[in-house]
């Protein structure tokens, strides 16, 4: 029998039956406007205001400081155009990173078109950006960083700690300078918790986290200006306009409120999946790169350069054996771009074309590790000799 094993998790995930349970009836029955002021309005209201709170519980939050949105991309947009466009009396400045997620990036360079100056802070080996580098990035004139929490696409932790620290002393001594993350990634993955952070602005997307596609939220710490990206309605407190899509905000708040009860468990059963998955992928095929730090990362990506052998044509390969893996970011497979994350990791051309993320969930299984480690050592060794003979 063809069983098929999803290994893209990082890309988007199933949504879970109990989050589909939770929004059914906002699509049916209390299928009021959360804005109107009759008995369907007040219950949908109701089921915003509660799928807040637990948004704002999993990142230890206050309700009022998080804001629905379409998706991670959106939130990205509203944090860092948003906040650009809010203070920009207060100078020009931003600090970013090479390897953020392209919905911070391309707003940066848009930015940089409209006359703002960003500092993209390179990475060391293993991916992660230096806090020395940051330290030294910032100018009276800086009014925001952004540095996300962890990478999509090698599940390296940033040191967004340091940063939020440092941003605190900075705030103390009167600067005015802001920290966003974008936290898509590691939300559900690992604690993610404002205050400990220090950030001003954090992005989840819903569809990471086993809640449909197209809602996420912002956090925005309280005092925390922003332009808003949508106009047209007071919703979310005017700072995006719109009717809020009560379903999907319910399923964002069951999945957030599901996240943190499985926090712990979901830990380690992803690490245990992966390691699994590392060590014998290490014993069974030669001449490998595993890309990114060794421990500070996610506990569900892997992301390895087989040498000699094109992504692409690996993942199409395995796709062939029922395995869907990535090639990097979901928005850049189709083309053959080496990635620029791994490039920026220092990796040569070519390995940076054979890299392919394996990236993990929670309804993944043992029998899926060892189905991908029955069928990935022929698949390379036959792309190989492909290659060789060529
Ligand atoms: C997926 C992703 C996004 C975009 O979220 P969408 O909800 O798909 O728009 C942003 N940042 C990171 C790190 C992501 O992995």
């Known amino acids: ?43 949908a209201r109701a089921a915003v205001d509660k799928a807040r709170h637990q948004v704002a519980d999993l990142l230890n939050a206050r309700p009022n400081e998080v804001i629905f949105t379409s998706g991670g991309t959106e939130s990205n947009n509203l944090a860092v155009r948003g906040f650009a466009e809010a ?12 390897i953020e997620h392209s919905a911070v990036k391309t707003v940066c360079e848009d930015l940089e078109e409209k006359g703002f100056d960003i500092t993209y802070l390179p990475v060391n080996e293993a991916g992660i950006v230096r806090i020395e580098d940051v330290a030294a990035a910032v100018r009276d004139d800086t009014i925001l960083i952004t540095v996300m929490l962890a990478n999509n696409e090698i599940g390296t932790l940033q040191p967004v700690e340091e940063i939020g620290r440092m941003v605190r002393q900075l705030k103390d001594q009167g600067h005015r300078i802001r920290f966003h993350t974008d936290a898509v990634q590691a939300a559900g993955k690992m604690p993610v918790d404002v205050e400990a952070i220090g950030c001003d602005l954090l992005s989840i997307s819903g569809h990471k986290i086993y809640a449909p596609k197209g809602i996420g939220a912002l956090y925005v710490r309280r005092g925390t200006r922003l332009h808003p990206q949508n106009i047209g309605g007071r919703q979310e407190r005017g700072i995006r306009g719109g009717t809020e899509s009560v379903p999907n905000i319910v399923a964002i708040g069951k999945a957030a409120e599901m996240a943190k009860q499985e926090l712990s468990s979901e830990i380690v059963k992803l690490s245990s999946l992966l390691s699994r998955f590392e060590s014998k992928v290490g014993e069974r095929v030669p ?27 690996l993942l199409i390969n395995l796709d062939m054996h029922g395995i ?32 392919i993320r394996f990236s993990f969930g929670k309804n993944n299984s043992v029998e899926d590790v060892d189905q991908v480690l029955e069928v990935l050592p022929h698949a390379v060794e036959s792309l190989r000799t492909l290659s060789r003979n060529s």
């Open 1 to 43: 029998m063809f069983r098929r094993v999803y290994l893209d998790n990082s890309a988007t995930t199933a949504v879970d039956p109990a989050v589909v349970e939770a929004m059914l009836p906002y699509l049916t029955e209390d299928y009021g406007n959360a804005s109107s002021i009759h008995f369907f309005g007040q219950r």
């Open 87 to 98: 203070n920009q009396q207060h100078g020009h400045h931003i600090i970013s990173s090479v």
């Open 287 to 313: 001449d490998i790169v595993f890309n990114g730090d060794r421990d500070r990362r996610l506990p569900n990506i892997s992301n390895i350069s087989f040498r000699g052998v094109e992504g692409e044509g």
């Open 324 to 355: 869907a893996v990535s090639t990097g970011s979901a928005c850049s497979s189709g083309s053959i771009e080496p990635s620029r994350i791994i490039a920026a990791l220092g990796r040569d051309d070519q390995l940076a074309r054979s890299a």
